[in-house]
């Protein structure tokens, strides 16, 4: 059986280093937050499927080809001839600040419905990964993550859901309806701080501290908060009360978009390694700062031979 089944859209993407302008220069990717998390367990060894739907066209034989050749397992992925893959364009506006626009609905990856998994379902993993961006496609593929999330717990698969919200794709409240009910199957939460109050149900009323969503959490049977806290690192909680902060790496910052699930990456990859608590942080840190100090979501991701990479000085060159 596979260690880790993810799936969701996964996108063809132009990167832009300025604003959209006529004859400006992009670089193509793909992207998408359930492929990227494949991607860096398959960089570290682990046996990673990605499911998802994509075109019958060219970005979707792109998607397929990168995957595969990434060494993630397509098998349960399929091809819809009757609706695009989907796209995204990232601008970088300014220097700090990137904008990002999709062309998702009606896609392919939206189509996605309960019976498309059934088969990768049964053919079992240790871990089964969601995100909040799954559940924001359309009510297909809304059941779809349910359904998953219900089976892996009945056989009792780790459950991880990463929150992952877009503004752009849903609100916060419209995401706490649909995510609240999941966490009756959730094992381990991942969110970033700022969208703590998504899943505690606290956005409409008054906002609750870290502390008290986290215990809310725990209280709902979630077993582990794992709290993503940018470049100040990361924290994480337990229903036994154990509890561990790890600082952020320092390197230096090329474009932070997919650290987050670069972070979850590494976070799955020390579950599965067995390791204790502290340590899947610093493993999750280390992915979080190979992501953020390399262009692209998950082109930098380091094989298992390069974790230790980040500790070199700043500006060594290894010859
Ligand atoms: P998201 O991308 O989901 O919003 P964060 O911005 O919190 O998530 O980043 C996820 C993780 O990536 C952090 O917990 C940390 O491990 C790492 N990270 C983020 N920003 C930096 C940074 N400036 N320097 C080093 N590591 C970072
Ligand atoms: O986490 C990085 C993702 O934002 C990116 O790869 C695209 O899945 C994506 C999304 O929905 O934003």
């Not at 996964?10 to 991607?39: F, H």
């Not at 019958?56 to 001839?81: C, K, Q």
């Not at 009757?82 to 990856?109: C, F, I, K, N, Q």
Request: net charge negative.
């Amino acid at each position: 059986a596979a260690d880790v089944l993810t799936f969701g859209e996964t996108m063809l993407a132009a990167q832009l280093p300025g604003p959209l302008a006529v004859g400006a220069e992009a670089r193509t990717t793909i992207a998408g937050a359930e492929s990227n998390v494949a991607i860096g367990l398959a960089r570290l060894g682990h046996r990673a499927v990605w499911a998802g739907l994509v075109g019958d066209d060219e970005p979707g034989r792109l998607i397929l080809r990168t995957l595969r050749g990434e060494g993630v397992d397509t098998s349960h992925a399929g091809v819809r001839p009757e609706a695009p893959t989907g796209g995204m364009l990232r601008e970088r506006r300014v220097a700090d600040l990137v904008r990002v626009h999709y062309w998702r609905r009606h896609s392919a990856a939206s189509l996605l419905a309960p019976p498309d998994l059934a088969p990768a379902l049964r053919a079992g993993a240790r871990v089964l990964h969601l995100t909040g961006i799954t559940c924001a496609l359309g009510t297909g593929p809304l059941e779809a993550v349910r359904d998953a999330a219900a089976h892996a717990h009945a056989h009792g698969w780790t459950v991880v859901l990463d929150v992952n919200h877009r503004h752009r794709l849903w609100t916060g409240e419209e995401a706490g309806r649909a995510l609240l009910p999941l966490l009756e199957h959730v094992t381990v939460l991942i969110a970033s701080d700022d969208e703590l109050p998504v899943v505690t149900g606290a956005f409409a009323e008054r906002p609750r501290g870290e502390e008290a969503a986290v215990d809310a959490l725990l209280a709902a049977g979630v077993r582990e908060v794992v709290v993503k806290r940018g470049g100040e690192g990361a924290a994480f909680r337990d229903g036994d009360g154990s509890r561990h902060t790890v600082p952020a790496l320092r390197v230096p910052v090329r474009d932070t978009v997919g650290a987050g699930d670069a972070f979850c990456a590494g976070y799955l990859s020390g579950l599965l390694d067995g390791l204790p608590p502290e340590r899947r942080l610093d493993r999750a840190n280390t992915l979080g700062a190979f992501a953020v100090a390399s262009d692209g979501d998950w082109e930098g991701l380091p094989r298992r031979d390069e974790l230790g990479l980040l500790t070199a000085a700043p500006g060594t060159t290894i010859r």
